[in-house]
């Protein structure tokens, strides 16, 4: 059994190359596995499930044609694409999930997230996260005309540019002890997650003799990240662009 993860590939017409990789990726390599979790971030930003343009409907019709196939696909949301809902869904035919979800692969509890809740050093960003994940202030936003909203959008890139140059990597980074009470509270000892866009496997402490994975997955801004789960073993890798 063969299961995928990916991330923070922030899609985008301003970055046509990895569009071109990912929908390669969905019509080859993931057609093969029994799974794909994308947890977080698929998009630089999700303005709301109305909008159809050319980069929405070609990444939707890629979904849609690899879980038509038979492969069961999953999405976890990310501090860019919270605004996915149910018709981004029905369209894809892909599960959505909560922020944490603890899965079973080979026999192991494996938890799966994001990755931006556990970042709770980062005061200013929590408290945004929180801001707009309130119900009503999404269901306003996406009443809005399409071209507000993508106006606001832009803003919130630039804004949150601009902020995380000023900040200290430590305090972008997960807080370890956050990390490890998830884990126990789950009862999992492999986490996987993106959104520090830092690639690495962590030894974690979770008590003074058991000792678990954290998982963090790449972006896919200089090449594809993808960690292929198979039979117990992982591995996480990279894929190249199509073209230069």
Request: include cysteine; proline fraction near 2%.
């Amino acid at each position: 059994m063969t299961t995928l993860f990916i991330s923070d590939l922030h899609l985008d017409d301003r970055r046509p190359q990895i569009t071109e990789l990912f929908l390669h990726f969905l019509a080859t390599e993931a057609r093969q596995a029994d799974a794909l979790y994308i947890l977080g971030d698929l998009f630089e930003f999700w303005s709301g499930d109305d909008i159809s343009n050319p980069l929405n409907d070609s990444v939707q019709d890629g979904l849609k044609a690899l879980t038509a196939s038979g492969v069961k696909c999953f999405l976890v949301k990310g501090n860019r694409d919270f605004l996915v809902s149910k018709r981004f869904a029905k369209r894809t035919g892909m599960t959505i999930l909560g922020d944490y979800t603890a899965i079973n692969l080979d026999g192991q509890n494996v938890l799966i997230a994001h990755g931006d809740t556990f970042c709770t050093l980062d005061e200013k960003y929590q408290a945004f996260r929180t801001a707009v994940n309130i119900p009503w202030r999404q269901k306003l936003f996406t009443a809005l005309p399409i071209f507000v909203r993508e106006a606001i959008a832009d803003k919130i890139r630039g804004k949150s540019k601009a902020g995380n140059q000023q900040k200290s990597m430590n305090i972008m980074d997960v807080t370890e002890s956050e990390v490890i009470n998830k884990m126990l509270e789950f009862k999992c000892d492999t986490l996987i997650h993106g959104h520090t866009h830092k690639p690495n496997i962590h030894d974690v402490a979770l008590s003074a003799n058991k000792q678990g994975k954290r998982i963090v997955l790449g972006d896919w801004f200089d090449q594809g990240s993808v960690l292929v789960w198979n039979e117990g073993k992982y591995d996480l890798q990279q894929r190249a662009f199509l073209t230069k």
